[in-house]
Nanobody, 124 residues
Framework: QVQLVESGGGLVQAGGSLRLSCAAS????????MGWFRQAPGKEREFVAA????????DYADSVKGRFTVSRDDDKNTVYLQMNSLKPEDTAVYYC?????????????????WGQGTQVTVSS
């Protein structure tokens, strides 16, 4: 079992920044690729960003490229999502997730463990 706990969400004005954190406990953090997903009211959960277990590759949804940065600190068992130039359409509950399988980065069904989510609200 892997336990994931997100933090860092909140209310921010458009153009502002937030940094989300996801602390992991349980099994060896460095064995997992980590992803961020989000879900807005009435919409399906969507891929935001992911980073491989080595930290050597990061992937982003087109809607956040150039604005969001995913990183990880294996000494702290934590993955981060730095969100800059936030827009009202970024408003959602943000979830972190972990997976052992090396493929399927963009697909939520591939991920094994999920956090409870943290709310991000961007006002216009």
């Amino acid at each position: 079992q892997v336990q994931l706990v997100e933090s860092g969400g909140g209310l921010v004005q458009a153009g502002g920044s937030l940094r989300l954190s996801c602390a992991a406990s349980g099994r060896t953090f460095s064995n997992y690729d980590m992803g961020w997903f989000r879900q807005a009211p009435g919409k399906e959960r969507e891929f935001v960003a992911a980073i491989t277990r080595t930290g050597g590759r990061a992937d982003y949804a087109d809607s956040v490229k150039g604005r969001f940065t995913v990183s990880r600190d294996d000494d702290k068992n934590t993955v981060y999502l730095q969100m800059n130039s936030l827009k009202p359409e970024d408003t959602a509950v943000y979830y972190c997730a972990s997976k052992v399988y090396r493929g399927g980065t963009y697909y939520s069904s591939i991920y094994d463990y999920w956090g409870q989510g943290t709310q991000v609200t961007v006002s216009s």
